[in-house]
């Protein structure tokens, strides 16, 4: 537990406009002492924000689930696209994994987000609802959100009028992770192709050796040293070896020819120095690499004060990535041809 002075130093380092946040979070790991209570309080928290969330009038939300195959359970996943469109031209695609920490959160935590991009990169957005650990610890999430991607780069493309040559993958802190997972086994085994990947504010290394993962132990940042070990030992619990690369990216040895990259990076995250060493890795290996870092934040204050300065500059960084990436793969092909007939009935 941190001490006052150590407290009141931490606050002197964050942003004024988010400094309020911090001193109002709570230490998780005292309160939540385990996985499963972490996991029935944020569901019904977010049970409990999704009624109040104000959705755009310009996107249509659908729920589906992917049939199962033969290597894979079936899927359940929420797309979102834009209301006006041509149907004869098909769009670019972002497959959006949340975060929470591999124990936690949901499709709808993240639909703001979702129909920004929607909105401003005239693009389908869809969002993974994978299974979270400990109950199914890795490969679990991670074999579906690969299903996933190779569903969208197939059968899924014409049903949901994607561009199969022009998708990127994304996520969010844990989602960061399995965003930057998914590309690695897609470029190393010759699977589907993927245009950019936005790994925001991500998990990349489960060994908690880097000097930031040591120094930043201010409890109020959520994703504190504690919490983030607990939730390491339930998303490996199956490992009895080294850990794979796909579960920790940070772990791969070589890196293999990864699309474009936007890594974001907020300063006062024990994961800063881990996102740093991967950016550095990805550009030593020629691999085209952008990287924010965020002065005065801390994990997750992009998202939970999105009105702040700092907040607002991290999402039209990250908004204006994604377009100049949609932009470079344009579909050359006006006529889209047959596809399948969408009869899913939209949310709400």
Same mark, same amino acid.
């Given at each position: 537990?941190?001490?006052?002075?150590?407290?009141?130093?931490?606050?002197q380092?964050?942003?004024?406009?988010?400094?309020?946040?911090?001193?109002?979070?709570?230490?998780?790991?005292?309160?939540l002492?385990?996985?499963?209570?972490?996991?029935a309080?944020?569901?019904?928290?977010?049970?409990?924000?999704?009624?109040?969330?104000?959705?755009?009038?310009?996107?249509?939300?659908?729920?589906?689930?992917?049939?199962?195959?033969?290597?894979?359970?079936?899927v359940?996943?929420r797309?979102?696209?834009?209301?006006?469109?041509?149907h004869?031209?098909?769009?670019?695609?972002?497959? @959006?994994?949340?975060?929470?920490?591999?124990? !936690?959160? &949901?499709?709808?935590? +993240? /639909?703001?987000?979702? =129909?920004?991009?929607?909105?401003?990169?005239?693009?389908?957005?869809?969002s993974?609802?994978?299974?979270?650990?400990?109950?199914?610890p890795?490969?679990?999430?991670?074999?579906?959100?690969?299903?996933?991607?190779?569903?969208?780069?197939?059968?899924?493309?014409?049903?949901?009028?994607?561009?199969?040559?022009?998708?990127?993958?994304?996520?969010?802190?844990?989602?960061?992770?399995?965003?930057?997972?998914?590309?690695?086994?897609?470029?190393?085994?010759?699977?589907?192709?993927?245009?950019?990947?936005?790994?925001?504010?991500p998990?990349?290394?489960?060994?908690?050796?880097?000097?930031?993962?040591?120094?930043?132990?201010?409890h109020?940042?959520? @994703?504190?040293?504690?919490?983030?070990?607990? !939730?390491? &030992?339930?998303?490996? +619990? /199956?490992?009895?070896? =080294?850990?794979?690369?796909?579960?920790?990216?940070a772990?791969?040895?070589?890196?293999?020819?990864?699309?474009?990259?936007?890594?974001?990076?907020?300063?006062?995250?024990?994961?800063?120095?881990?996102a740093i060493?991967?950016?550095?890795?990805?550009?030593?290996?020629?691999?085209?690499?952008?990287?924010?870092?965020y002065?005065g934040?801390?994990?997750?204050?992009?998202?939970?004060?999105?009105?702040?300065?700092?907040?607002?500059?991290?999402?039209?960084?990250?908004v204006?990535?994604?377009k100049?990436?949609?932009?470079?793969h344009?579909?050359?092909?006006?006529?889209?041809?047959?596809?399948d007939?969408?009869?899913?009935?939209?949310?709400?």
């Amino acid at each position: 537990m941190n001490n006052p002075e150590q407290l009141a130093i931490f606050e002197q380092r964050i942003d004024p406009q988010l400094r309020d946040l911090l001193r109002g979070t709570p230490n998780l790991l005292h309160d939540l002492p385990t996985l499963r209570e972490i996991q029935a309080r944020v569901r019904d928290y977010l049970t409990e924000c999704g009624d109040n969330i104000k959705h755009s009038a310009e996107v249509a939300i659908y729920d589906y689930e992917l049939p199962p195959t033969r290597t894979n359970k079936a899927v359940a996943i929420r797309y979102y696209k834009p209301k006006n469109y041509n149907h004869n031209k098909p769009l670019p695609a972002l497959l @959006w994994i949340h975060g929470g920490g591999f124990i !936690s959160g &949901d499709v709808r935590s +993240n /639909d703001t987000i979702c =129909e920004r991009f929607v909105v401003e990169c005239n693009c389908i957005v869809v969002s993974v609802a994978y299974r979270l650990a400990p109950q199914h610890p890795f490969p679990a999430g991670f074999d579906d959100c690969y299903a996933v991607l190779e569903w969208l780069a197939s059968s899924g493309a014409s049903k949901l009028d994607i561009d199969p040559e022009n998708i990127a993958v994304g996520g969010s802190s844990t989602g960061g992770c399995l965003a930057a997972g998914i590309a690695l086994k897609a470029c190393e085994t010759d699977g589907p192709k993927i245009t950019h990947q936005l790994l925001l504010i991500p998990v990349l290394d489960d060994r908690h050796q880097t000097q930031s993962s040591r120094d930043i132990t201010d409890h109020r940042v959520v @994703w504190n040293r504690e919490l983030s070990l607990l !939730s390491w &030992d339930g998303y490996l +619990n /199956d490992v009895l070896e =080294e850990t794979p690369s796909y579960a920790a990216p940070a772990r791969t040895k070589i890196i293999p020819n990864l699309p474009s990259t936007f890594i974001s990076i907020e300063e006062q995250d024990l994961l800063r120095d881990e996102a740093i060493e991967y950016a550095q890795r990805l550009m030593q290996a020629g691999i085209n690499t952008e990287l924010h870092i965020y002065p005065g934040t801390f994990h997750g204050s992009f998202i939970v004060a999105p009105e702040a300065d700092v907040s607002q500059q991290h999402m039209s960084d990250v908004v204006n990535s994604l377009k100049k990436s949609f932009s470079r793969h344009p579909n050359e092909n006006s006529d889209y041809g047959t596809h399948d007939t969408d009869h899913t009935q939209p949310v709400g």
